[in-house]
């Protein structure tokens, strides 16, 4: 009998050696940080004047703080959490007085507590200013309020809800500290500010959870047709398109120069192999996609609405980009694409309908939706007519009137 016993208990510690395992390969023992879609609520306290002088020019700087939360009706606080900025254009003074955040946490998952357990590091999306309901940052377009974070982790839930691979991402409220308040500045520093955030998954913990082993670096990068399978790059391009963002970048074939270069043929997305050697793209940051800003400043030197009948610029966006991959994919695989996602549509607007939006947020949200759904969800609406005929000129009804008049409106269009 002891024997048996012996036996039996040493099958069970292989088997959950087995299963630890395959969790942490698989990714199945992600944080519960991200289980949850209601904002939640930290402290963060830190040298925030200091860390923005030096850290804007320097991407090595750092400062020390302390985050603490609430949970199971005890506060637990996490000292010495290391604080550095994060984002590209996002840390110019001009751009975000207030910039992204990345919180280095502690190795010792007991000092985090539960709800950040199994996390290393947390990138937070910050309300980047203190600016009104309509304004954008004059040269990147962004929205400089709290409006944006809660915004942006929507899209981020939308598009897990439409199974399109992307970090995980929860709405926040935080209360940030100045441990080196000064005086006479707006918003008062010596009072604890309290905004709307966004709380974002780190790339490592993004990789492990989908079952990666590795990020491809963009140095490492070729092109789309040669390391993504046609329909993972088709998801990815419909799924920008149904966000209304411009702000990414993907070298689909070794002659594509469309909004890429040498630099860049990978912006705003992740290459990631799996444990298999298949790699799929993982897309990310939207703080300046249409359904976060709204509108793009841009808008009128690259489109113009008579293109659509609702005379909508939200409608050209996503017309303009779902109608450019009739040219990068076979009608196979487009049309097993669109399937996908119309099949996605009640957990797109499920995940709209339960997201804490602003109302002007909600309604910009819904014209996206509205828009995408549209344009894909008919083959009369999507495999509509097009111009592919050299030195044609667009008009914008019978009447003969141009669309436009300018030069650059003569060419092919297709």
């Not at 600016?131 to 839930?157: C, I, Q």
């Not at 997305?269 to 249409?290: C, E, N, Q, R, T």
């Amino acid at each position: 009998m002891a024997a048996r016993l012996l036996s039996a208990l040493a099958l069970a510690l292989v088997i959950s050696a087995v299963v630890d395992l395959r969790a942490e390969r698989t990714g199945s023992s992600a944080t519960p940080l991200f289980d949850d879609a209601a904002p939640v609520a930290l402290t963060l306290k830190a040298p925030f004047n200091d860390l923005f002088e030096h850290a804007r020019s320097d991407d090595s700087y750092a400062v020390t703080g302390t985050l603490s939360y609430a949970h199971g009706g005890r506060e637990i606080s996490i000292e010495n959490v290391k604080l550095t900025l994060r984002g590209n254009t996002s840390k110019g003074e001009n751009e975000c007085a207030f910039p992204k955040l990345k919180v280095d946490l502690p190795a010792d998952e007991d000092v985090a507590g539960p709800l950040l357990s199994r996390l290393r590091a947390l990138k937070i999306g910050t309300h980047c200013g203190e600016a009104g309901e309509d304004a954008l940052t004059p040269k990147f377009g962004r929205m400089p309020n709290e409006h944006s974070p809660l915004r942006e982790a929507f899209v981020y839930r939308l598009l897990e809800a439409v199974d399109v691979p992307t970090l995980k991402a929860r709405p926040a409220r935080i209360t940030y500290v100045y441990a080196d308040a000064k005086p006479g500045q707006s918003p008062a520093q010596e009072q604890p500010l309290v905004r709307n955030a966004m709380l974002l998954e780190g790339t490592d913990e993004a990789i492990k959870r989908l079952g990666g082993m590795r990020e491809i670096e963009e140095k490492e990068f070729t092109t789309a047709q040669a390391q993504f399978t046609p329909a993972d790059t088709a998801r990815l391009a419909f799924a920008e398109a149904m966000i209304g963002n411009f702000d990414w970048c993907l070298k689909m074939v070794p002659s594509d120069t469309y909004r890429c270069d040498a630099r860049h043929p990978l912006w705003n997305i992740l290459a990631v192999v799996l444990g298999d050697s298949k790699v799929i793209p993982v897309m990310y940051d939207f703080d300046v996609s249409g359904m976060v800003v709204g509108r793009h400043p841009w808008f009128k030197t690259v489109f113009n609405t008579d293109f659509s009948r609702s005379h909508s610029p939200i409608d050209v966006e996503v017309l303009a980009q779902v109608q450019r991959t009739r040219t990068l994919f076979s009608r196979d695989v487009l049309d097993a694409v669109r399937r996908e996602f119309t099949q996605r549509r009640n957990a797109a607007y499920d995940a709209f309908a339960a997201a804490p939006l602003d109302a002007a947020g909600r309604r910009i949200a819904k014209e996206y939706l509205d828009s995408f759904f549209d344009a894909i969800g008919s083959d009369e609406a999507f495999y509509r007519p097009v111009v592919a005929t050299e030195g044609a000129k667009p008009y914008a009804n019978d009447s003969g009137a141009p669309v436009c008049a300018a030069a650059g409106c003569w060419g092919r269009v297709a």
